[in-house]
């Protein structure tokens, strides 16, 4: 099988457990809350906790990459996923939940970011497009069966059996990459530890703060301490990296319109987004009573539509071009998700799932496209800062989804006086992130008709695509 195609496949497997793993547990949110003892809200600190640890450690992943060898780091990240979906199995509380999350984002920290910089650096620019597509295409497989499988776990046997379903496949993965992952590596300088405890810290603070907003989990004092000093060292790590001669985030990069428009664009986006899968399943369930498989078989639909875009996301892109995509389908895509919030218990399930289905369509082509223009004009020399820093990006945008998510339904429910489970609260919570997820679209506007022609399929022959406007940092 050629690499276009093998090496894909094979990334695809930590997607698939990290992505079945996600699914799953925000499906029995509910049931997991009941035997945890906490309310199904404050459940969102156990989401949120993975997603900081991502953004955490991600951007470490490429330099660790670099230094010692792309698959040694890619197995032995697979493994600490998995050493952490151990612990979350023998959980007793929210406290050990939310430390086995954090241990399993520290793997998938180095295992997702790891695996794409290795189809970065190892498939051609121009069929950069159709290798993200065979990635995602198995990948998919994961939330797709993720809610139906979480679902009927929790039905009848225990949610507990979530967190283990994924090791076959983990373990198929760290065979499947000793056999056929090439051991890339590249001389890089000293790591900037100055640079990823202020990053760390900071985010890291930041994040717990915000994602325990309410609730009553910690006092509002402390919250109010961790968001001001996180916020204080991240502004500090900003001074840190235009000095240092070898930043651990080399925030220069957002110079560059394609990269730009994907990171920052795609995070507005992925704000609205991340909410959906914390929102719906809550909806379905507390909402209008269907048990966890009841509403694992809807959502799934989102996912199967996500599936069909993917094999076709390569033709639209090479027939329309990215600007008009990352635009209106952008667009869509959050009307669609703003749409989530006028479903009622009595709202036919054929109208439900279609709705979901052609939303899972619209976000697979935009995700597929934001993924796709970020390195659109990133040459190999920093290809795997360009996606230390993306990942980062893409993982708080997908925590304050969350976050946003649990804010705007407790607002709703302050406002109209109704438990959190009232439909009416999820109208204003999905409208919020929809609007929120559409505002992406104004970032997209700014591109160039022609941004990403030769990833399109555009690009005349022999043409070359210019270089980033910025100047490439010496490795030492």
């Known amino acids: 099988m050629r690499p276009q195609r093998l090496l894909p496949l094979i990334v695809a497997t930590a997607l698939f457990i990290e992505n079945m793993d996600s699914t799953a547990i925000s499906t029995s949110l509910p049931q997991i809350a009941a035997d945890l003892g906490v309310e199904p809200v404050a459940l969102k600190l156990a989401l949120t906790t993975y997603m900081l640890a991502l953004a955490v450690f991600i951007p470490i992943s490429g330099w660790i990459a670099d230094r010692y060898g792309a698959r040694r780091i890619f197995i032995g990240a697979i493994g600490v996923f998995l050493l952490g979906s151990l612990g979350c199995a023998a959980s007793d509380g929210l406290g050990q939940l939310v430390a086995g999350r954090f241990v399993q984002g520290i793997g998938g920290a180095m295992m997702v970011p790891v695996g794409r910089l290795v189809l970065l650096r190892s498939v051609e620019k121009a069929e950069l497009v159709r290798a993200l597509s065979w990635l995602t295409v198995p990948a998919m497989l994961g939330p797709m069966l993720g809610p139906v499988l979480g679902g009927a776990i929790t039905t009848y046997a225990h949610w507990r059996f979530i967190f283990l379903i994924n090791l076959p496949m983990g373990a198929l993965g760290m065979w499947l990459a000793w056999k056929h992952i090439p051991e890339l590596r590249q001389v890089v300088g000293p790591l900037d530890w100055r640079g990823f405890l202020l990053s760390a810290t900071g985010l890291a603070l930041a994040m717990f703060g915000l994602s325990a907003v309410g609730r009553g989990l910690i006092p509002g004092v402390a919250i109010a301490v961790c968001v001001?000093?996180?916020?204080?060292?991240?502004?500090?790590?900003?001074?840190?990296?235009?000095?240092?001669?070898?930043?651990?985030?080399?925030?220069?990069?957002?110079?560059?319109?394609?990269?730009?428009?994907?990171?920052?664009?795609?995070?507005?986006?992925?704000?609205?987004?991340?909410?959906?899968?914390?929102?719906?399943?809550?909806?379905?369930?507390?909402?209008?009573?269907?048990?966890?498989?009841?509403?694992?078989?809807?959502?799934?639909?989102?996912?199967?539509?996500?599936?069909?875009?993917?094999?076709?996301?390569?033709?639209?892109?090479?027939?329309?071009?990215?600007?008009?995509?990352?635009?209106?389908?952008?667009?869509?895509?959050?009307?669609?998700?703003?749409?989530?919030?006028?479903?009622?218990?009595?709202?036919?399930?054929?109208?439900?799932?279609?709705?979901?289905?052609?939303?899972?369509?619209?976000?697979?082509?935009?995700?597929?496209?934001?993924?796709?223009?970020?390195?659109?004009?990133?040459?190999?020399?920093?290809?795997?800062?360009?996606?230390?820093?993306?990942?980062?990006?893409?993982?708080?945008?997908?925590?304050?989804?969350?976050?946003?998510?649990?804010?705007?339904?407790?607002?709703?429910?302050?406002?109209?006086?109704?438990?959190?489970?009232?439909?009416?609260?999820?109208?204003?919570?999905?409208?919020?992130?929809?609007?929120?997820?559409?505002?992406?679209?104004?970032?997209?506007?700014?591109?160039?008709?022609?941004?990403?022609?030769?990833?399109?399929?555009?690009?005349?022959?022999?043409?070359?695509?210019?270089?980033?406007?910025?100047?490439?940092?010496?490795?030492?």
């Open 228 to 476: 001001l000093v996180g916020a204080g060292l991240i502004g500090a790590y900003v001074r840190h990296a235009r000095t240092h001669p070898h930043p651990l985030l080399h925030l220069d990069l957002l110079r560059i319109p394609t990269y730009r428009a994907g990171v920052l664009g795609g995070s507005l986006f992925r704000i609205g987004i991340g909410a959906t899968p914390f929102l719906l399943p809550l909806m379905l369930q507390l909402g209008f009573g269907l048990d966890p498989l009841q509403s694992g078989l809807v959502t799934f639909t989102s996912t199967a539509g996500a599936m069909v875009m993917k094999v076709v996301a390569p033709r639209i892109l090479n027939r329309f071009g990215f600007r008009p995509v990352l635009v209106w389908n952008g667009l869509f895509a959050s009307i669609l998700l703003c749409v989530f919030g006028l479903f009622r218990a009595d709202t036919p399930y054929a109208l439900m799932v279609g709705v979901l289905l052609a939303s899972g369509c619209f976000r697979s082509l935009q995700f597929t496209s934001i993924n796709a223009i970020a390195y659109a004009d990133i040459d190999q020399a920093r290809m795997s800062q360009a996606s230390s820093l993306a990942a980062m990006a893409q993982q708080i945008a997908l925590a304050l989804g969350v976050t946003v998510g649990g804010y705007a339904l407790s607002l709703a429910s302050l406002l109209t006086g109704k438990p959190d489970g009232t439909p009416i609260n999820f109208t204003f919570a999905f409208l919020s992130v929809g609007l929120i997820s559409a505002a992406s679209m104004f970032q997209m506007r700014k591109l160039a008709p022609d941004a990403g022609a030769e990833m399109a399929g555009h690009a005349q022959a022999g043409q070359e695509v210019a270089e980033p406007k910025v100047e490439a940092r010496p490795q030492a």
